[in-house]
């Protein structure tokens, strides 16, 4: 009874699992934009201590880099830590005896971190194919790979990277986004599931006030939030902005600096009917679905985008709001929950039909709440966690079993 009473300590104090230790390795600073991979190691700190490897930087950048606080404006769990290279462990290309030393000393330091909170089982959670050489480097109990992406964003199919193969065929557990990420890598690896994307639903489903910068923006608000990079169709964008100067063209998210995108973003933004408002916090971002009156997913259909799994659909979803989209592979899916269209003129058929009363119902808003529901976030990664209790050990999995849901 003492030992269950440990492992079923209050999840808001420690992680119910506190002698299990998580190294994650990312290709990010921790920040305010929030990705995938943010969602799922924060609560995965609800079950195991999580470190957030920081990339070091270059040796060039040593000296001028601003240490990161580590937090932003989102309240982290007690087991989430992170870990910022010491300034002699930068990031060295060469030589490479240099560059591999520098990597191992981070990587132990991370697992200090683990050990010094009690960790006596450390899984090596990777995040890009880059970090494959973790493997080689500090003592692990189990690995693991995560791909949320197809990492040579190529526009046309590509053969996996070296890189990338030998995380498929050496990590004991590999998890995909999506049904055509499986079928790449699936077959490369001894252990694959599918997490799909999610979302904080109760976060994007609560009634929220309208954000400020939307008041003097009238209706009918057709709106994008995220990201805006080269995968989104500008082309058709230009075009509907054009025939529709009614309706108010919304952007929320942050510019991804692409060359190419510089002169339509300024004629967009020299329409008086397109409005862009600029990046937001994580914490900001469920205010703007909400009161957007069509929510939007216009993306280039290339072999790039058919492997990703757009984080918005969830979050679109989740606010009630109907949705219009490009028909990827993974949103094909969603046929019937979201209107898919290609051509301009479907695309503005479509706008005026998720306009009209019947598309705003209370039904309606019920359905698309109700598929997004069931892909929270914490359902999600309690799926992870159980697996990766399995394959920690019996005792794990009884203790799982029996732990409490939310």
């Keep these: 009874m003492r030992e269950r009473a440990t492992w079923f300590a209050n999840m808001l104090d420690s992680p119910s699992f506190?002698?299990?230790?998580?190294?994650?390795?990312?290709?990010?600073?921790?920040?305010?934009?929030?990705?995938?991979r943010h969602q799922i190691l924060t609560r995965l700190a609800k079950y195991f201590h999580v470190v957030w490897v920081n990339p070091a930087p270059?040796?060039?950048?040593?000296?001028s880099r601003r240490k990161e606080d580590g937090k932003g404006?989102?309240?982290?769990p007690p087991g989430f830590h992170i870990y910022e290279a010491d300034f002699w462990l930068p990031n060295f290309y060469r030589p490479r005896i240099l560059a591999d030393f520098a990597f191992r000393k981070r990587l132990e330091r991370a697992r200090d971190v683990l050990v010094r909170k009690g960790c006596r089982k450390i899984i090596l959670y990777i995040w890009r194919p880059e970090f494959h050489m973790s493997l080689d480097a500090i003592r692990f109990d189990l690995s693991c790979y995560h791909v949320v992406d197809e990492y040579s964003f190529c526009e046309a199919e590509s053969p996996n990277s070296?890189?990338?193969?030998?995380?498929?065929?050496?990590?004991d557990q590999v998890f995909v986004h999506t049904q055509a990420l499986l079928e790449k890598k699936g077959q490369l690896s001894r252990s694959i599931a599918v997490i799909p994307n999610g979302v904080s639903f109760v976060e994007f489903s609560t009634p929220v006030p309208e954000p400020p910068s939307f008041a003097k923006i009238p209706h009918p608000r057709?709106?994008?939030?995220?990201?805006?990079?080269?995968?989104?169709?500008?082309?058709?964008?230009?075009?509907?902005s054009a025939r529709h100067p009614e309706y108010s063209f919304v952007f929320v998210g942050a510019r991804i600096h692409q060359k190419q995108l510089a002169s339509i973003l300024e004629e967009l933004s020299n329409r008086p009917n397109v409005h862009f408002l600029g990046p937001v916090t994580a914490s900001q971002m469920p205010h703007y679905a909400q009161h957007f009156?069509?929510?939007?997913?216009?993306?280039?259909?290339?072999?790039y985008v058919n492997y990703t799994y757009p984080l918005k659909l969830h979050e679109y979803l989740a606010s009630g709001r109907p949705v219009v989209a490009s028909p990827t592979r993974l949103l094909r899916e969603f046929d019937g929950t979201i209107q898919l269209c290609r051509t301009s003129e479907e695309w503005s058929a479509a706008i005026s039909t998720a306009l009209q009363p019947e598309?705003?119902?209370a039904e309606a808003r019920g359905a698309r709440q109700e598929i997004a529901k069931k892909h929270d976030w914490d359902t999600l990664v309690r799926r992870i966690v159980l697996i990766f209790c399995r394959k920690l050990g019996s005792q794990y999995e009884?203790?799982?079993?029996?732990?409490p849901r939310g």
């Design 58 to 63: 270059d040796w060039q950048q040593t000296l």
């Design 73 to 76: 404006s989102v309240r982290l």
């Design 359 to 361: 598309a705003n119902s």
């Design 18 to 36: 506190s002698e299990v230790g998580v190294i994650a390795l990312v290709a990010d600073i921790w920040g305010q934009e929030w990705m995938s």
């Design 222 to 240: 057709i709106g994008y939030a995220g990201y805006l990079k080269k995968t989104l169709n500008w082309t058709l964008l230009l075009d509907l």
């Design 398 to 403: 009884q203790l799982m079993g029996q732990a």
């Design 162 to 171: 070296t890189e990338e193969l030998k995380l498929l065929e050496r990590a």
């Design 293 to 303: 009156d069509v929510c939007i997913m216009p993306y280039i259909l290339n072999d």
